[in-house]
């Protein structure tokens, strides 16, 4: 343990309950009016393929040397399936629109050899394809979200491809997919139409894609068993215009519409800001822009009511997270960014704001699992380490399935720095599926702790108890040299002898305890 791990841990056992500071936050949870279920589909990841996100980072091919099954790496797998992945969607991404899924079946040294022409003009093998994914998704545990190929496929081909996935008939797809290793039919949970149909997708109008999408939905068959939720491709950043076309146009043939929104500290994709050295006016900054999530989910809610007002369809916020500046030295077609407690902060702050919206918001995925932008895990050939942002996951599995509560608070103040403004404290409270109420909390200050006096009325609080991820710089990260400069601390506090609790949050800290 190195000495700043030793101040934080210390910092942390010293939390007290007791009577209400003057100057503490109230936080009032109301358990006894439970709110939308909070769908475990929230935390789920991507992987597309692009620079070393599959490639090396999960797939080292079943001859490697390194330690894998199937061809995906044991210890990745492994660190994954601690953080209960419950959904990954692939194979992109732009790159899904590109991508030829017959490219991806039969003897792998077989398979053709592509450009992948969106992300760094490197050759894609195809050694990854339909059925090395849903090995992978089963050693996960997790459900498999597939995204079709409507940029340059067409309905034949993506409908081709769920019937070669789904169908327990004795057709020639279903026998092609039996004889390449797979007798049942392959669990699909999601089909999405397309993506970014906006932008890299095909440059299309809401209304010319909504009139595409029907016609491909239309041919996507599958065993009612075995048939997956179809998502439409929808907007991005401030543009609900796909939401409210979407939502009209489509409701009877899709289960929910996507939504992309990236969070860069300059708000420029231009020159974005660097992952690492940053000032406290690019970390306030950036948070300032991440919690803009909170007004995207609400205007495009806002904008499917009007069509939609029992909420049968779900707004998927499948691509979210942090977009820097490259790494100095490397492809810039590889996105790759290092992942440091600013980036655990902005997980959970986007976590609360997707727990308040559980009732439309069933499904996130955050770009992406490994090695590209905000990442999970962070590989060099042989060698994992694992992110702050793994450790957020990590800390947040009690939210999966659980039930919204509400949450209040009450004198909460503004923390201020280089024109930017953000509330000093989020939260979010749910029931958990073993019973006990859980409480995350998350103090923007990089400057200062907080206090925060807890409340849930009818109910008397004896303690709480959890885990706490800070540091003393907030650009603290890890590295192959100090794989553990930054994780989890233990983290309890007690109420007094007047039976109120007041939880002291470290300044920049993200906070995620059971109550008792």
């Known amino acids: 343990m190195n000495q700043i791990q030793r101040g934080v841990l210390a910092l942390c056992m010293l939390a007290s309950g007791g009577a209400f500071a003057a100057d503490a936050v109230s936080l009032t949870i109301d358990a006894a009016k439970p709110g939308?279920?909070?769908?475990?589909?929230?935390?789920?990841?991507?992987?597309?393929?692009l620079g070393t996100g599959i490639y090396e980072g999960l797939w080292v091919g079943?001859?490697?040397?390194?330690?894998?099954?199937?061809?995906?790496?044991?210890?990745?797998?492994?660190?994954?399936?601690?953080?209960?992945?419950?959904?990954?969607?692939?194979?992109?991404?732009?790159?899904?629109?590109?991508?030829?899924?017959?490219?991806?079946?039969?003897?792998?040294?077989?398979?053709?050899?592509?450009?992948?022409?969106n992300w760094g003009g490197v050759d894609e093998s195809n050694a990854v394809g339909t059925h090395e994914f849903f090995d992978l998704v089963e050693m996960l545990g997790a459900d498999a979200y597939v995204n079709g190929n409507l940029g340059?496929?067409?309905?034949?081909?993506?409908?081709?491809?769920?019937?070669?996935?789904?169908?327990?008939?004795?057709?020639?797809?279903?026998?092609?997919?039996?004889?390449?290793g797979h007798d049942k039919p392959f669990k699909v949970a999601y089909f999405a139409v397309g993506n970014e149909a906006w932008g890299c997708g095909g440059n299309?109008?809401?209304?010319?894609?909504?009139?595409?999408?029907?016609?491909?939905?239309?041919?996507l068959r599958a065993p009612k068993q075995y048939?997956?939720?179809?998502?439409?491709?929808?907007?991005?950043?401030?543009?609900?215009?796909?939401?409210?076309?979407?939502?009209?146009?489509?409701?009877?043939?899709?289960?929910g519409i996507s939504f992309h929104y990236y969070t860069i500290p300059t708000g420029k994709w231009e020159v974005?800001?660097?992952?690492?050295?940053?000032?406290e006016n690019e970390w306030i900054s950036t948070l300032a822009n991440t919690l803009r999530m909170e007004s995207h989910i609400q205007k495009n809610s806002a904008a499917m009511d009007k069509n939609d007002p029992e909420k049968k369809l779900g707004l998927f916020v499948d691509e979210w997270g942090t977009w820097y500046d490259v790494e100095k030295g490397?492809?810039?077609?590889?996105?790759?960014?290092?992942?440091?407690?600013?980036?655990?902060?902005?997980?959970?702050?986007?976590?609360?704001?997707f727990h308040a919206h559980a009732e439309r918001v069933r499904m996130t995925n955050i770009a992406q699992m490994v090695n590209v932008l905000q990442s999970m895990i962070i590989t060099d050939k042989d060698k994992m380490l694992l992110t702050p942002t793994y450790y957020a996951y990590q800390m947040y599995v009690p939210f999966q399935g659980a039930t919204s509560l509400p949450v209040t608070l009450k004198d909460n103040p503004d923390y201020s720095a280089g024109g930017f403004k953000v509330p000093e404290i989020s939260a979010s409270a749910a029931r958990g599926t073993d019973g006990?109420?859980?409480?995350?909390?998350?103090?923007?200050?990089?400057?200062?702790?907080?206090d925060v006096a807890l409340n849930i009325p009818g109910q008397s609080i004896k303690s709480v108890k959890g885990n706490v991820l800070t540091s003393s710089a907030m650009d603290t990260h890890n590295t192959f040299q100090s794989p553990n400069a930054i994780k989890p601390a233990p983290f309890s506090a007690a109420a007094g002898a007047d039976g109120k609790l007041t939880v002291k949050i470290p300044a920049k800290a993200v906070i995620v305890v059971a109550v008792e």
Not at 159 to 179: C, G, H, I, P, Q
Not at 204 to 219: A, C, H, I, L
Not at 229 to 251: F, Q, R, Y
Request: aromatic share 10%.
């Open 36 to 49: 939308a279920v909070i769908n475990k589909d929230v935390y789920g990841q991507f992987a597309e393929h």
């Open 62 to 117: 079943p001859k490697s040397k390194i330690p894998n099954t199937k061809g995906w790496r044991n210890d990745v797998v492994g660190a994954l399936k601690n953080i209960h992945v419950p959904l990954v969607r692939w194979p992109g991404g732009c790159f899904a629109d590109e991508y030829h899924w017959r490219d991806g079946i039969g003897a792998r040294e077989k398979r053709p050899v592509k450009v992948n022409t």
């Open 152 to 180: 340059t496929g067409s309905a034949q081909e993506m409908s081709e491809w769920v019937e070669y996935m789904t169908s327990d008939s004795k057709s020639t797809l279903a026998n092609m997919r039996r004889k390449n």
């Open 204 to 219: 299309m109008s809401p209304q010319y894609y909504s009139d595409v999408y029907k016609q491909v939905e239309t041919f």
């Open 227 to 255: 048939r997956p939720k179809i998502i439409a491709s929808g907007g991005n950043d401030n543009d609900v215009t796909w939401s409210e076309v979407l939502s009209k146009e489509v409701k009877k043939q899709t289960d």
């Open 272 to 279: 974005k800001g660097a992952s690492t050295g940053f000032q």
């Open 330 to 353: 490397t492809n810039p077609g590889f996105l790759f960014q290092q992942n440091t407690l600013r980036d655990a902060v902005v997980a959970a702050l986007n976590f609360n704001i």
């Open 436 to 450: 006990k109420l859980y409480l995350a909390l998350v103090n923007t200050n990089p400057n200062k702790d907080a």
